[in-house]
T-cell receptor, first 115, second 111 residues
Framework: DAGVIQSPRHEVTEMGQEVTLRCKPISGHNSLFWYRQTMMRGLELLIYFNNNVPIDDSGMPEDRFSAKMPNASFSTLKIQPSEPRDSAVYFC?????????????FGDGTRLSIL | EDQVTQSPEALRLQEGESSSLNCSYTVSGLRGLFWYRQDPGKGPEFLFTLYSAGEEKEKERLKATLTKKESFLHITAPKPEDSATYLCAVQDGGATNKLIFGTGTLLAVQP
């Protein structure tokens, strides 16, 4: 079975450029989560969607960050303009919706470096 | 505010040397506690969910236990392939599916 698929796996770009990260959740999962992982702060939830609707974006650090989920099989996280402090590994995860304690399944992440 | 603290930050074991990792949590109405394993360059891989105090789950050399304040991940006779970062996360009693993660324990098992 295909897991959560993220692209690109690595992204290196210059400060000020727009960055778009992509995620395809597991088929049939209707909750999708975007996380950021750094050495200092660990895994932090940025935003999550249920049935393609954003439910909680309180973790989005600034207006420079935005996320969309146009359909059940695709989501994007966009940073515009990017800054060096945005460098981190960004993970997407999906789960079976509001069911009790459904585990989240993670992709292998996008390692983002902003120069 | 929900909080998860894992200890130790790093642990080095000899192959076959059993030990335990700790996850202490503060949460309003625990709905579930999750253990994940993360290998370098990979996303976290789901291991266990524990729902209530007293519950235990096992998988190969790993056993997870839960009390009202903490969870332990016991590793029996570890092998080098058990080397990874182990992450603990909690889900509170609210209406959302949010997980709050600890910062993990980096386990190294030497042959």
């Amino acid at each position: 079975d295909a897991g959560v698929i993220q692209s690109p796996r690595h992204e290196v770009t210059e400060m000020g450029q727009e960055v778009t990260l992509r995620c395809k959740p597991i088929s049939g999962h209707n909750s999708l989560f975007w996380y950021r992982q750094t050495m200092m702060r660990g895994l932090e939830l940025l935003i999550y969607f249920n049935n393609n609707v954003p439910i909680d974006d309180s973790g989005m650090p600034e207006d420079r960050f935005s996320a969309k989920m146009p359909n059940a099989s695709f989501s994007t996280l966009k940073i515009q303009p990017s800054e060096p402090r945005d460098s981190a590994v960004y993970f997407c995860a999906s789960s079976l919706g509001q069911g009790r304690n459904q585990p989240q399944h993670f992709g292998d992440g996008t390692r983002l470096s902003i120069l | 505010e929900d909080q998860v603290t894992q200890s130790p930050e790093a642990l080095r074991l000899q192959e076959g040397e059993s030990s335990s990792l700790n996850c202490s949590y503060t949460v309003s109405g625990l709905r579930g506690l999750f253990w994940y394993r993360q290998d370098p360059g990979k996303g976290p891989e789901f291991l266990f969910t524990l729902y209530s105090a007293g519950e235990e789950k096992e998988k190969e050399r790993l056993k997870a236990t839960l009390t009202k304040k903490e969870s332990f991940l016991h590793i029996t006779a570890p092998k080098p392939e058990d080397s990874a970062t182990y992450l603990c996360a909690v889900q509170d009693g609210g209406a959302t599916n949010k997980l709050i993660f600890g910062t993990g324990t980096l386990l190294a098992v030497q042959p």
